[in-house]
């Protein structure tokens, strides 16, 4: 749990009410409670969860969303209160009416802590000419970022980390599967940080396609994108041939666990998105740019 957000993501369980408790339990086993009243999403990611009709209208009654994910553990439903002040509408109200100079400035610091992510994760694979040049592009990146610095920067970057001549493309067949892979499972935790903090995934920042449904997320995961990456790399050094095995999905699904350093010390990457996501809440409610990020421990 962090910032009042729950995530159920194991098979089997149970959630239940409990004198003001929400209670998770496993089979006959509770395997822990969080207070009722702390409690502002709940997010079903699991394949298999029951949640009580008594839990279901507590959590109504304090304004609190329930929220399940489909196949893919991208948000697919949203159960609302049917009465009541519900926090999501002021929060949504507040990203429509944020104006364009706000999102620009928003952009330029996703796309600057990118690039500086691409340059650490360039240091620690020990390529530190390509991490220099990759490094000094961050200075240069401006409000909105119209001089396409994070073009410039992934032209650089990926060379380096990957080989001569590997060129990012989601449609071939050979080291990008696996960076499609792990990128699908980091933009569907993004997407469930965003729903659950109230905000509308299709209303980006940057990226705009009418035909995108999670245009935000896809601002919101481009920092993440390096820290990903460093996993692949690590995965494709394993390999005698490129491909997608049940452990090689393990092992690249296993991002969501890596620690990254925050002002309230350590938390996995799936509690920092879910920090990302309220700071943009607050970037929109107080009209400047507040976004806070974790920062990578590579090992």
């Excluded at 409670?33 to 699991?46: C, E, K, M, T």
């Excluded at 304004?63 to 399940?68: F, Q």
């Excluded at 429509?96 to 650490?120: D, F, H, T, Y």
């Amino acid at each position: 749990m962090v910032d009042g957000i729950v995530e159920i993501a194991e098979d089997g369980r149970y959630l239940s009410l409990y004198r003001g408790f929400l209670v998770v339990s496993d089979k006959d086993a509770q395997l822990g409670r969080v207070p009722l009243a702390d409690v502002s999403s709940l997010i079903l990611s699991a394949n298999q969860a029951s949640v009580s009709k008594n839990l279901m209208v507590a959590l109504a009654e304090q304004n609190a969303s329930v929220i399940c994910c489909d196949r893919r553990y991208l948000p697919s439903s949203i159960t609302l209160p049917y009465s009541g002040n519900f926090e999501s509408g002021h929060r949504m109200r507040s990203q429509m009416g944020a104006g364009r100079p706000l999102c620009k400035q928003i952009w330029q610091r996703l796309v600057r802590e990118k690039i500086a992510n691409q340059s650490a994760v360039l240091h620690w694979r020990g390529e530190i000419d390509p991490g220099k040049a990759v490094e000094a592009l961050v200075r240069r990146v401006r409000s909105g970022d119209p001089d396409n610095m994070e073009a410039q920067a992934a032209r650089r970057y990926w060379p380096a980390l990957v080989r001569s001549g590997f060129v990012r493309d989601r449609f071939a067949e050979d080291e990008n599967v696996l960076f499609n892979y792990i990128y699908t499972v980091l933009r569907s935790a993004v997407a469930r940080s965003v729903v659950a903090s109230g905000l509308l995934p299709a209303l980006g920042v940057h990226h705009r396609g009418r035909l995108n449904p999670y245009a935000l997320v896809d601002d919101l995961m481009e920092p993440y994108r390096p820290l990903a990456d460093s996993v692949v790399v690590e995965v494709l050094e394993d390999l005698d041939e490129v491909g997608l095995n049940p452990e090689t999905k393990r092992r690249l699904a296993a991002v969501l666990r890596l620690d990254l350093e925050t002002d309230k010390g350590v938390s996995p990457l799936s509690e920092v998105m879910h920090s990302l996501a309220y700071s943009l809440v607050q970037s929109y409610e107080k009209k400047k740019e507040r976004l806070c990020f974790g920062s990578m421990v590579l090992p």
